[in-house]
C-alpha cells in the first residue's frame, strides 16, 4: 500500500468524485485528505496509534471543513465507506496475491471496520461542534440585532434590511415588551414560554435577554403570562418606532413593580398609575391631605385607609367593599365617616373621590426611608 500509494489516493478520487456534492470541494483539498487516508490506513493495519502531528490534524479539521463547505454529514459517511471500500478491496487482493495467513486477513479486516467505525464517530462529532457553533454564532447576530433595534442605534434603511432577515416586516405594527420571570423562573426559560404565546404567524417574535429581562419584538400581546411572571408592553408601533416603544415598555415595567403589580400591564391598564408615579409633586401634596392626616391622627389610620381603598376599588359599594374587607357594613360605615371627618373630604363628590384614589395609590409607591411601599 505504501508503494503503490499514488494509485489509492486516484481510486479514491474516483470513489469521491461519484457523490454529488463532493464535486463542489476542491480537487487539491481533497487529493490531501486521500494522502492522509493512506497514511491512516496502512497505520491501522500495523496497529500503529502515533501518526505525525500534521496528518492528525489535518483529520482533526477535515470533518469541520466539509461541514463549512456544504457537505451533508450523511454524504460525508458515504464518502468514509467508499474511500476504505477502496482500502478493503486493495488489501484483500494483496493478501490473496502475497498468501497471508487467514488470521491475519481476519485482523486487518477488524482494523479497517475500526477504522471505519472511528471515522463515522468524528464526522458525527464534528458536524455537532460546526453546527453548535453556527447556532451559537446566529444566536448572538440576532441578540445584537434586537438589542440594536430596542436602543436605537440603526438607522431606519438599516432597521427595514436588518428586520427582513429575522421576519420583521416594516408594514406591520408590533408590540414591544419587557418581562420579568418570577423568583422561581430564569429569564432564559421564559423566552420560549413567551414565544409560544405571542406566536402569530406570519409575524415574526424576536425576544432576547437583555440587563436580565426578556425583551423583544412580538405580532401580537401574550395570550397567557406564568405566575409571578410581569409583563410590560407598548405598542403596536411600526418597526421606526420600536426603540421608543422600549423606552415607554422599560418605564411601565418599573412603573408596575413599584405597585408590586405582576401579570400583563399595558399602557391602557396602567394609564392612570403611570399618571400618578410620574407626577411626585402632586402625589406628595394630596398624601399630605388625604392620608398623612389619618394616619396621624387615629390608631387605626391604616384600617381607615384600607377601607376607604377597599370602598372606592368596589365601585363606591359599601356591601361590595365590607364583603371585600369580611367586615359588617356599619363597621365600613364608621370608617368611612371617620375619614372624612379628619380628612374634610366628601366621598360623594366625583373631584375628591378622584383626590383620594389619587393620594391611595401614591402611598403604595411613596418612598419611605430610601425604601418604596408596595402593595400585598
Known amino acids: ?123 458525527v462529532s464534528a458536524r455537532h461542534q460546526v453546527d453548535l457553533d453556527r447556532v451559537r454564532r446566529e444566536e448572538r447576530e440576532r441578540l445584537t440585532f434586537l438589542h440594536d433595534i430596542l436602543t436605537g442605534t440603526l438607522e431606519a434603511s438599516e432597521l427595514v434590511e436588518g428586520g427582513a432577515a429575522y421576519g420583521i416586516q416594516p408594514s406591520h405594527a408590533y408590540w414591544v415588551l419587557r418581562a420579568r420571570p418570577g423568583s422561581d423562573m430564569a429569564a432564559e426559560e421564559l423566552i420560549p414560554v413567551l414565544n409560544r404565546a405571542t406566536a402569530a404567524p406570519p409575524l415574526a417574535t424576536l425576544l432576547g435577554v437583555v440587563e436580565g429581562d426578556v425583551a423583544g419584538v412580538t405580532g401580537k400581546l401574550p395570550d397567557r403570562v406564568p405566575a409571578g411572571t410581569l409583563v410590560a408592553a407598548q405598542g403596536p408601533v411600526l418597526v421606526t418606532g420600536l426603540h421608543q416603544g422600549f423606552v415607554e415598555a422599560a418605564t411601565l415595567l418599573e412603573i408596575a413593580v413599584r405597585y408590586g403589580l405582576r401579570g400583563l400591564v399595558t399602557p391602557e391598564n396602567m394609564s392612570m398609575r403611570a399618571a400618578v408615579a410620574q407626577n411626585e409633586r402632586l402625589g406628595e401634596a394630596l398624601y399630605d391631605r388625604y392620608v398623612a392626616g389619618v394616619l396621624a391622627e387615629s390608631r387605626i389610620g391604616a384600617v381607615i385607609l384600607e377601607s376607604v381603598r377597599a370602598y372606592l376599588d368596589g365601585r363606591r359599594s359599601i356591601p361590595a367593599a365590607a364583603q371585600a374587607l369580611n367586615v359588617h357594613v356599619n363597621t365600613l360605615r364608621y370608617r368611612l365617616e371617620r375619614f372624612e371627618a379628619i380628612t374634610g373630604a366628601d366621598l360623594g363628590d366625583t373631584v375628591t373621590t378622584l383626590e383620594v384614589w389619587w393620594a391611595l395609590q401614591y402611598a403604595l409607591i411613596r418612598p419611605t426611608d430610601g425604601r418604596v411601599a408596595h402593595s400585598t
Open 1 to 123: 500500500m505504501a508503494r503503490d500509494a499514488p494509485r489509492l489516493v486516484d481510486e479514491q478520487l474516483t470513489a469521491l468524485g461519484q457523490i454529488r456534492s463532493y464535486r463542489r470541494v476542491p480537487e487539491q483539498d481533497l487529493r490531501r485528505s486521500c494522502q492522509r487516508n493512506v497514511i491512516r490506513v496502512i497505520a491501522s493495519l500495523r496497529g500503529d496509534t502515533d501518526l505525525p502531528p500534521e496528518v492528525v490534524e489535518d483529520e482533526r479539521e477535515s470533518g469541520p471543513r466539509r461541514a463549512l463547505q456544504g457537505i451533508p454529514s450523511e454524504d460525508v459517511v458515504e464518502a468514509y465507506r467508499a474511500v476504505l471500500a477502496v482500502f478493503r478491496d486493495d488489501f484483500f487482493a494483496e493478501a490473496s496475491t502475497l498468501d497471508i495467513p487467514l488470521e491475519s486477513v481476519l485482523l486487518g479486516t477488524r482494523r479497517l471496520w475500526q477504522l471505519t467505525d472511528r471515522f463515522r464517530g468524528e464526522v
